[in-house]
């Protein structure tokens, strides 16, 4: 459905994206995941034709996107970073342009707009001014601008940025039900949310291929031990030299004690090990409050990959995810 | 084709819900209705004196030639707040991206745009046309040399709104587009001033770009050839180079 053919994107001497790769079949959702400053946004107007490849081409469904544009163009729905909205538009005028541009044909134009509605729940604010909406109607609005005209490829950039936690479970919902129709591409640089949502990852960093894999085995080709954490009432040193005896427990690492609770971490050699762990803490008369696997964030997947990456294809650590990771604290 | 209309539905129902195209529309009625007002005052005053002395009045020469004129300076005011937000809006508000990952071409959204934004100067000269009408209903003016000049201005307006068009697609910032796009029709508009004081073969080149003295020949009833290609190379270069310049953008 769509190829990506050795792009490249040049900004005079800045390589936003370098010799990219990769193929997303009909019907699949793929998760493009990177830090911030990767290329992802880049990466996605190459592919919806906004901008034009230095090198490399991108095909959508058998058509080159530079050469065939508008063909290529009407088989593209895409939600940019920022929702292309006219805020003095009410969503229904919106839609009804956006329709237009798409060549949705006349007859079918009010069927495509109601039914676009209705799958990103816009039915209730359908004749209010789009200026006057909140941050996740205008995301739902630029979702169903992206939908109206049923494309084969769906390029959704970070669709549930700023969204509140239940929009973002409500969109999640959404970009699942869309997957079968269309095939879906979907930026983000949280883990989690492409775990959530797809079947296939992309990782780029500073515009270059990192890895493409399902999200399980990323993150199971990257750990060749489980992390536990744990959380007992009890004695520390006692509670720490149990944990160590444990056969298939590596390493038990105290971290902390709060409210008479202490928190330990331990790496184990496969997860049977965790029934082993809670029966000795049991029956040792202790308090198991908590016990539960740690996935790898992003940031330390990233590191993990980047970090076996030969010279020439990363020549400096990531500052971004720091940076990221800054910005969370 | 379809894409363009899009455009231009779009922009004229922007237009219509948004306060920019009222305030030109508005502004313009109040200026040009006081400048006719006042050469119409003027014109009938010397009317009256005129029976005494047996002058040569003309409605023609004192009151719609200099109208039109000075409508075409309205004009050069107030265009550049149609043209500023056209593509800068759409640059700044992230607009762009649909537009340009939507299957149209990019001389749709150009000829979109232009073609809504000349609807709304035809709304003005329509405003003008009600002048000359008033004019006719008590007088007879050279209707011919009257309707001359209407095309005059749609001429001019549309090379204005051409080249408003171009120097919008060069910025976010409509504040930066407005005024270099006032300030070059300003220059357009006095470019014949070194005619007055020199012969050389410069002042002449820079004169010929003046759309003040094309102008003049409308508004005085006279359609020359030179005058229509004139205004409409300026139009044709304007979207030409507003397209050249979206493709570079990429």
Known sequence: MLEVCNVSKDYGPFHAVRDLSFTAAAGEIVGFLGPNGAGKTTTMRLITGYLPPTRGEVKVDGLVVRTNALEAKRRIGYLPEVPPVYPELTVNEYLNFCARLRRVPSRQRQDAVARACQRTALNDVRHRVIGHLSKGFRQRVGIAQAILHEPQLLVLDEPTAGLDPRQILETRQLIRELAGQHTVIISTHILSEAAATCERVVIINRGALVAVDSPENLTHRLKSTDTIELQVRGPQPAITALLGAIEGVLKAEFSHLRQEVGTWQLEVANAGVREEVARRIVGSGWGLLELRPIDLSLEEIFLSLTANQPEGQVEAPPPAADAEKGVQL | ?250
Request: aromatic share 12%; net charge neutral; glycine share 8%.
């Open chain 2, 1 to 250: 084709m379809s894409g363009m209309f899009a455009v231009m539905r779009k922009e004229w129902k922007t237009y219509l819900i948004t306060p920019a195209a009222y305030v030109v529309v508005a502004l313009f009625a109040f200026v040009s209705a006081f400048f006719f007002y006042n050469m119409l005052a003027v014109f009938v005053m010397q009317s009256l004196n005129g029976g005494f002395g047996g002058g040569n009045l003309n409605v023609d020469v004192q009151v719609l030639q200099p109208l039109m004129f000075d409508i075409g300076i309205t004009l050069l005011f107030l265009l550049p707040m149609v043209t500023m937000r056209q593509y800068a809006e759409e640059a700044n508000s992230g607009t762009m991206e649909l537009l340009k990952t939507a299957p149209i071409r990019r001389m749709d959204v150009i000829l979109g745009k232009f073609f809504a934004a000349l609807g709304l100067l035809i709304v003005l000269l329509i405003i003008t046309g009600f002048y000359v009408g008033v004019v006719a209903h008590y007088g007879a003016p050279d209707l011919r040399a009257a309707a001359i000049s209407l095309l005059g201005l749609l001429l001019l307006g549309g090379a204005f709104l051409a080249i408003g068009l171009l120097i919008s697609s060069f910025t976010k910032s409509q504040v930066v587009a407005g005024v270099i796009t006032f300030v070059l029709f300003l220059v357009l508009w006095i470019a014949d001033w070194p005619v007055a004081y020199s012969s050389g073969t410069a002042a002449h080149v820079i004169g010929y770009l003046s759309v003040t003295s094309h102008l003049q020949n409308f508004t005085q009833g006279i359609l020359d050839l030179k005058d229509v290609i004139f205004y409409l190379s300026l139009i044709v270069a304007g979207l030409f180079l507003t397209a050249r310049r979206m493709e570079l953008a990429e």
